[in-house]
């Protein structure tokens, strides 16, 4: 009989109890999406991997002041947000183009050149965007974070969440509006 796979909570319990692969089960669980909010809003793998290190031991030193007032998932993404905005508030990023994904050509539909082409204008994009707005949009918008857990993760009213949202699209549709002429 397999036993029941433990939840988050649970996994931080044991963490907190001296469980050595408790907080390995957690990173195996959200290293992934933490990664995918922080090279969205970094704009490159390399300082992506470097927040994402630098929250997740931020996350195993704090775990013990980890009250459950939100969920585990939602407490990791805030420390990776947190350490995205360290990384960009001390000119430590270093604007780069990210490469193409290494997929097969056959699993292409669109034109490689043309899908390069429209990522790069949205990364560039997304770096004009002040760093409040990058990061509501690209939580909500980009990673499907409701509003209500990104104003978790952000630590503010969903209405701000829903206000940066706003701006942050209003300002993607003029710097990308040539994506849509292009294209009709």
């Known amino acids: 009989m397999t036993q029941p ?6 996994l931080m319990v044991a963490h907190q109890a001296g469980d050595r692969a408790a907080f390995g089960l957690l990173v195996n669980r959200h290293a992934r999406k933490m990664w995918s909010v922080a090279v969205r809003t ?11 290190q630098e929250a997740l031991e931020a996350a195993f030193k704090r775990a013990g ?14 420390i990776v947000v947190n350490a995205c905005i360290d990384r960009m508030r001390h000119d430590r990023v270093r604007r780069t183009v990210p490469l193409p994904d290494a997929e097969p050509q056959a699993a292409r ?20 965007l002040s760093v409040d707005h990058r990061i509501a949009v690209v939580l909500v918008d980009m990673e499907g974070w409701s509003v209500a857990d990104a104003a978790q993760i952000l630590d503010v009213r969903p209405g701000t969440v829903k206000s940066r949202c706003a701006r942050g699209r209003a300002k993607l549709a003029v710097l990308l509006g040539h994506l849509r002429e292009e294209a009709g």
């Open 65 to 78: 002041s980890f009250r459950g007032r939100s969920a585990v998932s939602t407490w990791l993404h805030r």
């Open 109 to 128: 539909r669109i034109d490689p050149a043309a899908e390069l082409a429209t990522r790069l204008a949205v990364d560039a994009a997304l770096a004009e």
């Open 42 to 52: 970094l704009g490159n793998a390399e300082d992506a991997d470097d927040a994402v």
């Open 5 to 10: 796979v433990p939840t988050d909570a649970e």
